[in-house]
């Protein structure tokens, strides 16, 4: 019944040696946003409150991005089978245009109009003040970071996810340091508090962006190529917008529906101590989830170089031992993360960001839900952006992406928390009801075999 995933020490050894720097790159990433919540949170649960707001609209900008870097791994991890190195380039390239671009006008928006853009995420005044002071600062950040990490992840669909790993973790200290120095005003500089966390992102994500651009000049295991990069051909520029459209519509639009769960949060009676508790778990839940999904990027990259290489007749095997190993990942990282909540989190680890007793409650109700459906998620991240999508199948992981996210959970916890007011549990039931049933039709759709399909052919 399970032959599929007798598939040799190789596989899994190379499974590892991909996931075990996405793993890594990702826990830096998340630790980045712990380290801010916990020195906002020192600062108490208002600042707390306002940098979650504030990030509501981030988080979706950085969902677009992965949708950018999503869209062109499709391409380049096939053509990395192929070692095609040109075409590489024109992706790339036309990435980096697309990304540049949207980030400006985003930052735009958020630097020029903080008061009336935060005032869509919540209705408590203090809080949007603050969250607008932050957002007007850090609003340039995500030019500086969309434009790095789309330059990342073309080097991890080629199999390098260590360079992500080394820019991220020197990213990651200077975030730190940095929030050290602005935040409480250390060496000489000024306490700026919720202000000082955003010029301290911002000054983590030029440092990353520079040390990828020495990278460009002294990379010598994928050189690139000015003609390519810079005058991608019409051909390549419609193959992208083919392959990459559904994958960056699919991202917004998943960034979208799942930013307004904390926007009907902030709309909620008692919305500060909801939004505190959400900052706390969310970053918690992202913490415990490196593992289970670094598995899904590591899918997209084998796949796509399976279908590159020519050996489609092994790659539906490969796709259900992988969505297998996912879901056995989040079932045992969910126990183990159920039961740390009330053993550590809530007793220990809470505490130590001011919350209240309402607040820290929450939190640990959000987290025992969370992770209750986590062997699920982790299933459904692994077949829908790893498999389906590294097949080439990327309308149709859209559809299932979405159409359960926008037509049944954002409407049932819009109806739940400002409706029929029925609270914060039934809010937090109905955000991730949306995991069953995208996993009963991601499974028709993986059995069906029609996901396999080589992009690199015109």
Not at 51 to 76: C, D, W, Y
Request: glycine share 10%; with cysteine; aromatic share 12%.
């Amino acid at each position: 019944m399970f032959s599929y995933m007798k598939r040799g020490r190789n596989f899994y050894r190379n499974v590892l040696a991909l996931a075990i720097p996405i793993i890594l790159q990702n826990l830096i990433t998340t630790s980045m946003g712990l380290l801010d919540t916990f020195m906002v949170g020192m600062l108490g649960e208002t600042p707390l409150a306002a940098v979650t707001m504030a990030n509501i609209p981030i988080f979706v900008e950085q969902l677009m991005i992965f949708g950018f870097q999503s869209g062109s791994s499709v391409l380049i991890s096939q053509f990395y089978g192929k070692g095609d190195e040109d075409s590489i380039n024109q992706v790339l390239g036309i990435g980096l245009y697309i990304s540049g671009g949207l980030t400006l006008l985003f930052g735009c928006v958020m630097c020029f109009f903080p008061m009336q853009f935060m005032s869509l995420f919540g209705n408590d005044a203090v809080v949007v003040e603050l969250a607008a002071k932050y957002i007007r600062i850090v609003a340039f950040s995500v030019f500086f970071g969309g434009m790095s990490e789309v330059y990342i992840a073309a080097h991890r669909s080629m199999a390098n996810p260590q360079l992500g790993f080394y820019i991220l973790a020197a990213s990651m200290l200077g975030n730190t340091f940095f929030n050290w120095v602005f935040i409480f005003g250390k060496l000489g500089a000024p306490a700026m508090g919720v202000e000082g966390a955003a010029l301290a992102t911002l000054l983590a994500r030029i440092l990353q962006f520079l040390i990828a651009l020495l990278h460009v000049f002294f990379n010598k295991r994928f050189r690139i190529r000015p003609k390519p990069l810079f005058c991608p051909n019409g051909a390549m520029l419609r193959r992208y917008i083919h392959y990459a459209t559904p994958v960056v519509l699919n991202e917004t639009f998943w960034g979208l529906g799942t930013a307004l769960y904390p926007t009907i949060m902030g709309h909620m009676e008692g919305s500060q101590a909801i939004l505190a508790a959400y900052g706390i778990s969310g970053n918690v839940e992202k913490l415990a989830t490196t593992l289970v999904f670094a598995v899904g990027g590591t899918a997209a990259i084998i796949i796509g170089n399976e279908i590159g290489a020519g050996r489609k007749d092994t790659v539906y095997d490969v796709g259900l031992a992988l969505d297998m190993l996912a879901f056995l990942s989040g079932l045992i990282v969910g126990l183990v993360m159920i039961g740390l909540t009330f053993v550590f989190f809530r007793p220990v680890v809470y505490p130590f960001f001011h919350l209240s007793e309402e607040a820290a409650d929450i939190a640990a109700m959000m987290s025992v839900i969370t992770f209750s459906f986590l062997s699920v998620r982790s299933f459904n991240t692994t077949n829908v952006v790893g498999v389906l999508r590294g097949g080439g199948d990327v309308r149709a992981a859209s559809l299932i992406d979405l159409s359960s996210l926008w037509l049944v959970s954002v409407p049932l916890a819009a109806l739940s928390g400002l409706v029929f007011q029925w609270g914060i549990l039934a809010v937090c039931l109905c955000k991730d009801l949306d995991n069953i049933i995208k996993a009963f039709f991601g499974i028709q759709r993986l059995r069906s075999g029609v996901w396999i399909r080589d992009v690199t052919v015109s």
